[in-house]
């Protein structure tokens, strides 16, 4: 089983839709949980973190993450061109950070 | 405040032949790591420097890398020999030191091309 786990895509939606991404993890002593984003060609940059049970909202993101189910989401609302990108879940617990495959997104105008 | 910076951005090299790429994580970040994302592959774990000592080595492929860094502060990853499946793009990332494990800032990375 992989340490962190997303599906590879490609998910596509169409602008304004509201776009869902998931990520799993095996590590159940994984105490940060990290959205980043990669656009082609470029390097991962961090767009959310969340470290506790529940809902964590900045702007048009919203971070999802359930403990128990070792489990953590990134809802993506109205979404644009400008989002699509590859979304890589990063997983850290201890100094170790493990990355996801990365989900690619396209979002259709 | 610089961000993490990588060198070179583009290598292409014979097999055989050594590289050494080198990153300059963020001041005052303890925390280095490096990562290879391969075409069409996840991006994988190599290794963790805090400051100067290797806390985890555990994703580097075989001995032909080799991670060093000195004074804690700047990294240096070298393969030799280069072999074609070392093809893809070597990230560096650092984070400063917490109990929480804190975000990781990335550099550009350099794309690493055996022929």
């Known amino acids: 089983q992989k340490e962190v786990e997303q599906n590879s895509g490609p998910l596509s939606v169409p602008e304004g839709a509201i776009a869902s991404l998931n990520c799993t993890y095996s590590d159940r002593g994984s105490q940060s949980f990290f959205w980043y984003r990669q656009y082609s060609g470029k390097s991962p940059e961090l767009i959310m973190f969340i470290y506790s049970n529940g809902d964590k909202e900045d702007g048009r993101f919203t971070a999802q993450l359930n403990k128990a189910s070792q489990y953590v989401s990134l809802l993506i609302r109205d979404s644009q061109p400008s989002d699509s990108a590859t979304y890589l879940c990063?997983?850290?617990?201890?100094?170790?950070?493990?990355f996801g495959a990365g989900t690619r997104l396209f979002v259709k105008a | 405040e610089a961000g993490v910076t990588q060198f070179p951005s583009h290598s292409v090299i014979e097999k055989g032949q050594t590289v050494t790429l080198r990153c300059d994580p963020i001041s005052g970040h303890d925390n280095l790591y490096w990562y290879r994302r391969v075409m069409g592959k996840e991006i994988k774990f190599l290794l963790h420097f805090v400051k100067e000592s290797k806390q985890d080595e555990s994703g580097m492929p075989n001995n032909r890398f080799l991670a060093e860094r000195t004074g804690g502060t700047y990294s240096t990853l070298k393969v030799q020999p280069a072999e074609l499946e070392d093809s893809g793009v070597y990230f560096c990332?650092?984070?400063?030191?917490?109990?929480?494990?804190?975000?990781?800032?990335f550099g550009q990375g350099t794309r690493l091309t055996v022929v």
């Open positions: 990332a650092s984070s400063k030191q917490g109990a929480l494990n804190t975000e990781a800032f």
């Open positions: 990063a997983v850290s617990g201890g100094f170790k950070t493990i």
